[in-house]
C-alpha cells in the first residue's frame, strides 16, 4: 500500500505527445512532494519534474516550454504530460514521492522514499 504505479507509457512518433499517470492508491498518508525522474539505457536517472502538494513546480531544462507536471492531492496522484517529444526523450520514467513537506520542489533525490517500478516511453518514428 501507498507504492506508486505509474501507467501511460507506450510508442510515439517524434512530435507526439504522452501523458503518465501516478497513483499510491491505498495509502493512509498523502505525498508532500511527487516527481517523474526518467533514465534512458546506460544513463543516469535524471529528474524531468517535481511537485509539490501546494502546486509548485520544477521542471528539468530540457522539459521547460514541452512538459506539463500535475498533481491530484485528493487521489495522491501526479500526472506528467509530455508534448513534442524528441527522440532523446526515451527513457524509462520513474515516479517517485516523499511524505515530507517542502516549499520548494527543488527536492534533493535522496528525499524521495516511495518509488514506482518504472513505464517505458519510447520516441520513435
Known amino acids: 500500500q501507498g507504492q506508486p504505479v505509474e501507467s501511460g507509457g507506450g510508442l510515439v512518433q517524434p512530435g507526439g505527445s504522452l501523458r503518465l499517470s501516478c497513483a499510491a492508491s491505498?495509502?493512509?498518508?498523502?505525498?508532500?512532494?511527487m516527481a517523474w525522474y526518467r533514465q534512458a539505457l546506460g544513463q543516469q536517472r535524471e529528474l524531468v519534474a517535481a511537485i509539490t502538494s501546494g502546486g509548485t513546480t520544477n521542471l528539468a531544462d530540457s522539459a521547460k516550454g514541452r512538459f506539463t507536471i500535475s498533481m491530484d492531492n485528493a487521489k495522491n496522484a501526479a500526472y506528467l504530460q509530455m508534448d513534442s517529444l524528441k527522440p532523446e526523450d526515451t527513457a524509462v520514467y520513474y515516479c517517485?514521492?516523499?511524505?515530507?513537506?517542502?516549499?520548494?520542489?527543488?527536492?534533493?533525490?535522496?528525499?524521495?522514499?516511495?518509488w514506482g517500478q518504472g513505464t517505458q516511453g519510447t520516441v520513435s518514428s
Open positions: 517517485a514521492g516523499t511524505r515530507r513537506r517542502f516549499t520548494s520542489a527543488r527536492v534533493p533525490y535522496s528525499a524521495y522514499d516511495s
Open positions: 491505498g495509502s493512509s498518508f498523502r505525498f508532500g512532494v
